[in-house]
């Protein structure tokens, strides 16, 4: 959990260059940073930064969500949640606490209301019920399989299943109360506090009838041991390190987030929990020469949602909110369950009214493309995205047959899922990540580090990977920072840019003989991550990125000079990260979204204007220049990849949904879009 406001964490070494060249650089996972901070209990394999390891085989698909309260995949997920289940992957929901608040199920209008926590845990239940029942095409009020199910530890847990046709959810509800007995909130003391056991609520009508308990470790244990059990090709969670947000106590207080920070206190200790659990099990499955497992993570934004613009548009922000309708059901439904037919306070029109505006937007904590694309040698194609946490390679088995081999080993994990990446003159592949160099409670280290992995020659392999440090000073500033964007510039540097802990951009620029200056503060106005960087036709390095009112701005005056920010750009609020390309006639192009637009925004940083393209849809836009004019990839609103190419539109049919963030290749012979499939494999497609 984050510190309080105000406080000073240890200092960290942002400046260090270290090479992580064995496994003992990774055990500070989850090991002591000093003798005079306590460590956490339990010891256990540590992760292994080091390549090499083989890798498990694709599979079938399976969608794992490990959530805070009842709602948060409804709220925050959605619709990624929805289309891979319309896609037919299985879903398994993990719900932490059980979500008993103050024990009031509140009926709008109703006035005051006597607390039940057992009754309002139950009726937070059966709204899920009801929301996945119409999300699997079935009556709201459809009977679910409900059992006990033993856990690792010997734990119990209620587990409701529901299945139509070939398709399948499950819902996992270990329900630890959301307080401790003296009033404290349970799962961030859990976190943070040496010594806690929290009791588990039994809710009403439920068939698990004895209370349960659980403390740090076995928290992360059952965690990992659900990991194992289902083995998951996705992870989906909240945001384990939310922004820094100064809000008044009266609307701090008001909107349910944390002293300092822009989320809901729970939503960032599960989402700690489980990316600790995250690494156990990967460090577990690897213990002694065994497979990395065959996933991907993602984590989402929570309440950070109601600080920016909104960027769903209304025929898929109507879609998304449709389905809290069910879970907030009425207290006028007959739905069977005597506690309650679902959280009357979010039912009908009120996750639309609500001035919050959780549900308008789906933001990742990590954006950017998935897979980093190179061809290689003879033209054959070469993907890198983040799998088990770790670094894979995946290469075409032939120069244009579509189809991949199996995954090669990188290392450097635990890593968060987007990559960096900029290509050298003479072609080598630099890829950035953000490692968790730290993730722990109990007041144990909880750092994270920019990395860098470098290949040695074109095509072949790579160095060991080395250690770039954070821009901020204190760790719990350094875990606010961004996902890493690079760039080349013709003169040989490689700029290395984050979002940084005040929300502005911090760089680190790598000279032609390959040696990196320090961490620099580019100021500037407060920003979103997904930022995006261009080359123009002078060869001068321009960075952009989304404020709340407009797109923000950094340049060179001339090319081999710093880069520093720009007057304001005067361009419409965006409501996506922009795409900036080069133009042919080496101008800067930016492509955006408007907030709550499906419309696409085109803008010249210089030069002409460019011509308006319609391409409908939401999220971020991938493009790049071609004779014929910009190629764009994106999602249409029905979540689908589509492709603007030559001035005609198609979409990739008849294929299981997406992961966020495909990528566009441009090659010789036409556009190539790769992207990470929920079987958490690449797939490859040529229009």
């Known amino acids: 959990m984050p510190a309080r406001p105000g406080e000073s964490g240890p200092r960290s070494g942002p400046g260090r260059r270290a090479l992580i060249t064995s496994a003992a650089a ?38 794992l969500q490990i959530l805070a309260h009842p709602d948060d995949d409804l709220y925050f997920m959605n619709p990624d949640t929805q289309q891979t289940l319309d896609s037919g992957v299985p879903l398994v929901c993990v719900y932490v606490t059980a979500g008993e608040a103050n024990g009031v199920n509140r009926i709008p209008g109703a006035g005051p209301q006597p607390a039940d926590r057992a009754a309002y845990s139950s009726a937070r239940h059966q709204g899920l019920r009801q929301a996945y029942a119409v999300l699997l095409g079935l009556p709201r009020f459809v009977e679910w399989q409900k059992t006990v199910t033993t856990l690792r530890g010997d734990r119990k847990a209620e587990l409701n299943t529901l299945a139509h046709g070939d398709r399948r959810v499950e819902l996992v509800f270990l329900n630890l109360a959301m307080h401790t007995t003296r009033g404290r909130m349970g799962l961030p003391s859990l976190w943070e506090a040496r010594g806690l056991s929290l009791r588990t609520v039994v809710a009403d009508g439920s068939p698990l009838q004895k209370a349960g308990s659980y403390d740090y470790d076995g928290l992360i244990d059952v965690l990992a041991g659900l990991m194992e059990r289902y083995r998951p090709t996705v992870v989906q969670t909240l945001d384990p390190d939310p922004d820094i947000q100064h809000s008044d106590e009266a609307t701090r207080r008001r909107d349910s987030e944390q002293p300092g920070y822009s989320d809901h206190a729970d939503h960032t200790a ?25 996933f991907v993570a993602t984590s989402y934004r929570g309440y950070y949602n109601r600080h920016w613009p909104k960027n769903l548009p209304e025929p898929v922000l109507r879609k998304k909110a449709s389905h809290l309708v069910p879970y907030g059901g009425s207290p006028d439904w007959e739905c069977g369950n005597a506690a309650g037919c ?26 950017g493309a998935r897979p980093v694309v190179a061809t290689g040698p003879g033209g054959r194609l070469t993907a ?24 090669d080993d990188l290392g ?37 580090e920019i990395v860098l992995l470098e290949e040695r020659g074109t095509g072949g392999e790579f160095g060991a990977w080395t250690g770039l440090g954070n821009p901020e000073k204190r760790h719990d500033r350094g875990r606010r920072i961004g996902s890493p964007v690079a760039v080349a510039a013709p003169d040989g540097r490689v700029h ?27 100021g500037g106005g407060e920003i979103q991550d997904g930022l995006a960087t261009a080359v123009d036709g002078r060869g001068r390095v321009h960075v952009f990125a989304a404020g709340r009112e407009t797109v923000h701005h950094w340049t060179q005056d001339a090319p081999g000079g710093p880069v520093g920010p720009r007057p304001g750009t005067g361009l419409p609020t965006p409501g996506s990260s922009p795409t900036a390309l080069t133009s042919p006639d080496g101008g800067i192009d930016l492509v955006y979204r408007r907030p709550a637009t499906a419309g ?22 991938g493009a790049a220049s071609a004779p014929t004019g ?58």
């Open 342 to 367: 679902g959280d009357y306070n979010v039912g009908g029109d009120r996750p639309l009214t609500n001035r919050k505006g959780w549900v308008r937007s789906t933001h990742y904590r990590y954006p």
């Open 412 to 448: 450097g994990g635990p890593l968060a899922p987007a990559l960096g990446a900029a290509a050298l003159p003479d072609g080598r592949q630099l890829l950035f990540g953000l490692r968790f160099a730290a993730l722990a409670g109990h007041g144990a280290a909880n750092t994270r």
């Open 630 to 687: 910009p190629v764009l990839l994106g999602r249409d609103r029905k979540g689908r990849v589509q492709l603007l190419a030559d001035g005609r539109l198609v979409r990739r049919r008849g294929a299981p949904a997406s992961l966020e963030g495909p990528t566009l290749h441009v090659t010789p012979k036409g556009p190539a879009v790769v992207g990470l499939g929920p079987d958490a494999t690449p797939w490859l497609w040529r229009p």
């Open 270 to 294: 599960v989402s700690s929990f489980a990316w600790a659990a995250m690494i156990r099990r990967v460090a577990e499955a690897t213990e002694g020469g065994g497979e990395v497992p065959g």
């Open 600 to 621: 696409l925004t085109t803008a010249r940083v210089s030069g002409a204007r460019p011509a308006t393209v319609r391409f409908n849809g939401y999220g971020a836009v």
């Open 26 to 63: 990774a055990a500070a996972v989850l090991a002591v940073s000093s003798c005079s901070v306590p460590a956490p209990r339990r010891t256990g394999p540590a992760p292994d930064p080091l390549p090499g390891k083989p890798m498990s085989s694709p599979r079938r698909a399976l969608l």
């Open 496 to 522: 290395l840019f984050v979002r940084n802990a005040d929300k502005g951009i911090s760089t680190r620029v790598r000279d032609a003989a390959g040696r990196w200056g320090a961490w620099r503060d580019l």
């Open 384 to 407: 890198y995205g983040v799998l088990g946490l770790r670094v894979a390679r995946w290469r075409e088995t032939a120069p244009g047959s579509g189809a991949w081999g199996v995954p």
